[in-house]
T-cell receptor
Framework: DAKTTQPPSMDCAEGRAANLPCNHS???????VYWYRQIHSQGPQYIIH???NNETNEMASLIITEDRKSSTLILPHATLRDTAVYYC?????????FGQGTELSVKP | GAVVSQHPSWVICKSGTSVKIECRSL??????MFWYRQFPKQSLMLMAT?????????EQGVEKDKFLINHASLTLSTLTVTSAHPEDSSFYIC?????????????FGSGTRLTVV
């Protein structure tokens, strides 16, 4: 599976949009981009995934660049409960390999 | 949505004893389950892949005789930490897939905090 690069930490003001970037420059054509988050001392929670097109669900939006070498997870209106470590993972099938992720702190 | 139940959520055991952690898929059948370990301030590390009815596949550096995995049914996988030592203290997390090929995500359990004293 391709590796991903994420900033180690980010801050966001409550109520504002949180934009979390991810670089995956060596992604292959059939690899999906997945986003999970982990709130302290809990198991990871699925957020969203996509292949080529932008995706949106009730939690977030996923914007994938046309060349698929990077993506951005958007939390449209961040709340304090969105404070967590966010992981960007690329894979085809098989196990999920976690990188270091981005620690997002939402501040009042 | 898919739910994975992990039990116990925390356990304290004495050094030298064994501890069993259960991972159940409640509303779907999971052909494959995965076991992770997470130390404080670190990311999740994959320990092994568990396939129903066959032997688990362990990642490099993970002792298969110490971390026994059993996946006897499509809804249950267990991880037994044998002869536990303080360095085995960690957060253990399982995950399961509904299958269906590419594009399907995985559901994670809530984790088990193991403390060996």
């Amino acid at each position: 599976d391709a590796k991903t690069t994420q900033p180690p930490s980010m801050d966001c003001a409550e109520g504002r949009a949180a934009n979390l970037p991810c670089n995956h420059s060596t992604i292959s054509g059939n690899e999906y981009v997945y986003w999970y988050r982990q709130i302290h001392s809990q198991g990871p929670q699925y957020i969203i995934h996509g292949l080529k097109n932008n995706e949106t669900n009730e939690m977030a939006s996923l914007i994938i660049t046309e060349d698929r070498k990077s993506s951005t997870l958007i939390l449209p209106h961040a709340t304090l409960r969105d404070t967590a470590v966010y992981y960007c993972i690329v894979r085809v099938v098989g196990e999920l390999i976690f990188g270091q992720g981005t620690e997002l702190s939402v501040k009042p | 949505g898919a739910v994975v139940s992990q039990h116990p959520s925390w356990v304290i055991c004495k050094s030298g004893t064994s501890v069993k952690i259960e991972c159940r898929s409640l509303d779907f059948q999971a052909t494959t389950m995965f076991w992770y370990r997470q130390f404080p301030k670190q990311s999740l590390m994959l320990m092994a892949t568990s396939n129903e009815g066959s032997k688990a596949t362990y990642e490099q550096g993970v002792e298969k005789d110490k971390f026994l995995i059993n996946h006897a049914s499509l809804t249950l996988s267990t991880l037994t930490v044998t002869s536990a030592h303080p360095e085995d203290s960690s957060f253990y997390i399982c995950s399961a897939s509904q299958g269906g090929g590419m594009g399907y995500g995985y559901t994670f359990g809530s984790g088990t905090r193991l403390t060996v004293v």
